[in-house]
């Protein structure tokens, strides 16, 4: 890595940040304890509704199947396409895009078998079964969260094909995609090493950091049986996550910082900060976030006025 031109895509993050834009937040609805993913979203705290701060909201309902098609999640409770339909329109009233969530969560591990079946062997299929749902339901577009663990580069190029081909699809029909991503450029599927090849097709990056990322992180990663990662960088900051996106092509406010929703203060030694600081943090670099789960936001001190009110400066650009 060239750490100049590194540090320069640093500088050049926190410069485009010194005028607060503002920052899109996701969350995501999973496919288990769905009423309490309704209370939260009817939430309301310091006069700061749910509606005020989330701007994309993702439904991770649906699995591919091996063939390309799409079947709802089986997660202990019944899910439906009820609950597709009472989420878009909670985000129809209040202005908020709701995207159907891709994953591959299958018999308690993720199944990166099944997805490269799906968009690797029957890309054409997997693209016209969501853009169907996505119509059938009214919604904004597609999160792809499919997720491998190990040494997979040698899916990266097919992953790629089918992020072009569905993200033209989708275009075509005024939608938009967004992607999960791991938040090293070292190991996993996809990692950050891919983001470069989804230039001009994604709409936004969610980093799936949560706990991990924050900017006082002095962490390093070594995957199992490799060599320590990006030669030893403290690649957990959100500094470096956002200088990481632009020197690969992709503007800091398209990488939204997964957070740890219900997790009210994360981060170690004098890192520890809590959520308004934490996202003041994130506004310094120019960049999103991303909270897993809907389900934690009204929880203890999450659901307070005082975050609330933090987030929805935060979503307003308000320093």
């Known amino acids: 890595m060239n750490?100049?031109?590194?540090?320069?895509?640093?500088?050049?993050?926190?410069?485009?940040?010194?005028?607060?834009?503002?920052?899109?937040v996701t969350t995501w609805v999973p496919p288990y304890q769905l009423q309490q993913s309704r209370l939260s979203l009817q939430h309301e705290a310091g006069d700061v509704t749910a509606g005020q701060w989330i701007t994309r909201l993702?439904?991770?309902?649906?699995?591919?199947?091996?063939?390309?098609?799409?079947?709802?999640?089986?997660?202990?409770?019944?899910?439906?396409?009820?609950?597709?339909?009472?989420?878009?329109?909670?985000?129809?009233?209040?202005n908020v895009k709701v995207l159907l969530t891709l994953y591959n969560f299958r018999n308690d591990h993720w199944d990166w078998e099944l997805a490269r079946s799906a968009f690797r062997d029957h890309p054409d299929a997997l693209v016209a079964n969501l853009l169907a749902a996505v119509e059938r339901h009214g919604?904004?577009?597609?999160?792809?969260?499919?997720?491998?663990?190990?040494?997979?580069?040698?899916?990266?190029?097919a992953f790629a094909g089918f992020?072009?081909?569905?993200?033209?699809?989708?275009?075509?029909?005024?939608?938009e995609l967004t992607i999960d991503s791991f938040h090293s450029p070292c190991f996993n599927a996809p990692n950050m090493v891919?983001?470069?090849?989804?230039?001009?097709?994604?709409?936004?990056?969610?980093?799936m950091g949560y706990g991990d990322l924050y900017e006082g992180s002095v962490e390093t990663f070594t995957p199992e049986g490799g060599e320590t990662c990006a030669q030893g960088a403290a690649l957990f900051r959100y500094s470096w996550q956002a200088a990481w996106a632009t020197q690969h092509g992709i503007d800091a406010?398209?990488?939204?910082?997964?957070?740890?929703?219900?997790?009210?203060?994360w981060g170690a030694g004098k890192g520890r900060r809590a959520l308004p600081a934490q996202l003041k943090d994130v506004q310094a670099v120019g960049a999103g976030i991303a909270i897993w789960d809907v389900n934690g936001i009204a929880t203890g001190r999450w659901g307070s006025a005082k975050a609330w009110k933090a987030l929805e400066a935060f979503r307003n650009g308000r320093k």
């Open 194 to 207: 891919w983001w470069e090849d989804w230039q001009g097709h994604v709409d936004a990056i969610h980093s």
């Open 58 to 94: 993702g439904l991770q309902f649906w699995l591919p199947t091996e063939t390309g098609e799409l079947v709802f999640a089986e997660r202990g409770e019944p899910l439906g396409p009820a609950d597709a339909d009472w989420f878009a329109d909670w985000g129809r009233r209040n």
């Open 253 to 265: 406010s398209q990488v939204l910082m997964g957070i740890p929703g219900g997790e009210y203060a």
């Open 3 to 24: 750490r100049h031109r590194l540090a320069i895509a640093m500088l050049a993050g926190v410069l485009y940040a010194t005028a607060a834009s503002a920052g899109e």
């Open 139 to 157: 919604l904004a577009g597609v999160d792809l969260d499919l997720e491998g663990n190990g040494a997979l580069d040698a899916d990266r190029a």
């Open 163 to 175: 992020v072009a081909k569905l993200s033209a699809a989708l275009k075509a029909h005024g939608k």
